[in-house]
């Protein structure tokens, strides 16, 4: 089983910068895929960025040049560095693990930016 808690999510001005952490306990394959979704108020759930064991990544044109995914194999964390955030970037950012059939979320961390 694996547990996904997410951190770092809150309140930040239009043209601000956040960094969310995700920390994966359990048992965790380095071939897993692990990313970053976001559901804004109202709308459905949507990828931000994944990247993948190798370190591949895959970023939502909405975010590109201004988001970077990043991963720390050892501590079995992930993070999202928002730069440059934008009031459409509000909503709850979900964690993802994806290894081999299984999918993993967490509970969300909520982000608003203002304008």
């Known amino acids: 089983q694996v547990q996904l808690v997410e951190s770092g999510g809150g309140l930040v001005q239009g043209g601000g910068s956040l960094r969310l952490s995700c920390a994966a306990s359990?048992?965790?394959?380095?071939?897993?895929?692990m990313g970053w979704f976001r559901r804004p108020p109202g709308k459905q759930r949507e990828l931000v960025a994944t990247?993948?064991?190798?370190?591949?990544?895959v970023y939502a044109d909405s975010v590109k040049g201004r988001f970077t995914i990043s991963r720390d194999k050892a501590k079995h964390t992930v993070y999202l560095q928002m730069n440059s955030l934008k009031p459409e970037d509000t909503a709850v950012y979900y964690c993802n693990v994806a290894q081999y059939a299984e999918n993993y979320w967490g509970k969300g961390t909520l982000v608003t930016v203002s304008s």
């Open positions: 990247i993948t064991g190798g370190g591949s990544t």
């Open positions: 359990g048992t965790i394959f380095s071939i897993s895929t």
